[in-house]
């Protein structure tokens, strides 16, 4: 169940920025996790952790909002926030909840917070899968035929019985979206569905003869205890 939507603010005006801020702040259940008026900036964040949502102004003079949404892809949301109400139709191939048109009110902020919720599924703990772009497509993944997800540098493998989906993501994202009592961090490389363990070794989790997983050390204890 998600507690709080992650918010990040990426413009380049420190006026809008500071709007977007106090919107922000006015809504118990979001977090702003960073803002910057660099999208440069923002991609490094996302690099080394994580969000929900970002603001995003469409025009930027180091990189525009749809440049930046093709680097990023679709590991969040997007709500776009253009004075040019003929850009935010451009948005609309990729991952957006809403566009906003500055100036912009509280009241039309907070109705597109509402559309986030609900493509977040906001504290909905029944939701059993997500979708992930592979391979130029999307593709819905029920949570229960994840067999384990392994990082490749910039990227995951999703891998289930059938199938294996490569998406440019971090581990640490998939781990917030998975289910915490399905699945677990064995390795700095690893998650794990439980559910789909044969048996455990004193270094690997055997999912089938042809997946052995390592178990790291740092994260070995955890691990135990969790199947204690």
């Known amino acids: 169940m998600m507690n709080t939507i992650r918010c990040i603010v990426v413009d380049d005006e420190p006026l809008a920025i500071s709007l977007?801020?106090?919107y922000i702040?006015?809504?118990?259940?979001?977090?702003?996790v960073f803002?910057?008026?660099n999208p440069v900036e923002a991609l490094e964040y996302l690099r080394n952790d994580y969000a929900d949502l970002i603001f995003l102004d469409i025009q930027m003079p180091e990189l525009s909002g749809i440049n930046f949404m093709k680097i990023v892809g679709n590991k969040l949301k997007y709500i776009l926030t253009t004075a040019y109400a003929e850009y935010a139709l451009e948005g609309y191939e990729h991952n957006i909840?809403?566009?906003?048109?500055?100036?912009?009110?509280?009241e039309r902020f907070s109705k597109s917070i509402e559309k986030a919720k609900e493509r977040l599924s906001f504290n909905t703990p029944e939701q059993r899968h997500f979708?992930?772009?592979s391979s130029g497509r999307h593709?819905?993944?029920?949570?229960?035929?994840?067999?384990?997800i392994e990082s490749i540098r910039d990227y995951v493998n999703i891998k289930t019985a059938e199938e294996e989906f490569i998406v440019l993501d971090t581990l640490k994202s998939m781990e917030m979206q998975l289910p915490e009592s399905s699945f677990i961090r064995i390795h700095k490389s690893f998650i794990i569905n439980l559910d789909k363990i044969k048996?455990?070794?004193?270094k690997k989790v055997i999912i089938s003869p042809e997946h052995e997983i390592p178990i790291g050390e740092n994260y070995k204890m955890n691990f135990l205890n969790r199947i204690k």
């Open 20 to 22: 977007l801020e106090n």
């Open 25 to 32: 702040r006015e809504i118990s259940f979001l977090e702003l």
């Open 35 to 37: 803002s910057t008026e």
């Open 97 to 106: 909840v809403d566009y906003l048109l500055k100036p912009i009110s509280l």
């Open 131 to 133: 979708f992930v772009k």
């Open 139 to 148: 593709h819905k993944i029920c949570f229960e035929e994840i067999l384990y």
């Open 199 to 202: 048996n455990i070794g004193t």
